[in-house]
């Protein structure tokens, strides 16, 4: 079993950062999947950003060069900085690893960007 908890969400103007971290009871090292998905109301859920095996790093299209994903070895910890909000932005983040051939998620958090 893996735990995740997730932390960093709130409210921010357009144009605002924030960033989102998600702390794994698992060693990162022994983790082959690492993801940033959101959900807006009435979509699907989407992957916003994911560290692959052998650490390829993707992006949805419209979140390059704004979005980054990182993690921290030494704190289990996985990060999503997030700058030049927008309001299409604004959703329940969720992070998402894959261990030993399953997947867990985070409990989300919301990402509110509004005037």
């Known amino acids: 079993q893996v735990q995740l908890v997730e932390s960093g969400g709130g409210l921010v103007q357009p144009g605002g950062s924030l960033r989102l971290s998600c702390a794994t009871s698992q060693s990162i090292s022994s983790i082959a999947f690492m993801g940033w998905y959101r959900q807006a109301p009435g979509k699907q859920r989407e992957l916003v950003a994911a560290?692959?095996?052998?650490?390829?790093?993707k992006y949805l299209d419209n979140v390059k060069d704004r979005f980054t994903i990182s993690s921290d070895n030494a704190k289990n910890t996985m990060y999503l900085q997030m700058t030049s909000l927008k309001a299409e932005d604004t959703a329940v983040y969720y992070c998402n690893v894959q261990f030993s051939m399953k997947y867990y998620w985070g409990q989300g958090t919301q990402v509110t960007v509004s005037s």
């Open positions: 560290i692959l095996n052998g650490g390829s790093i």
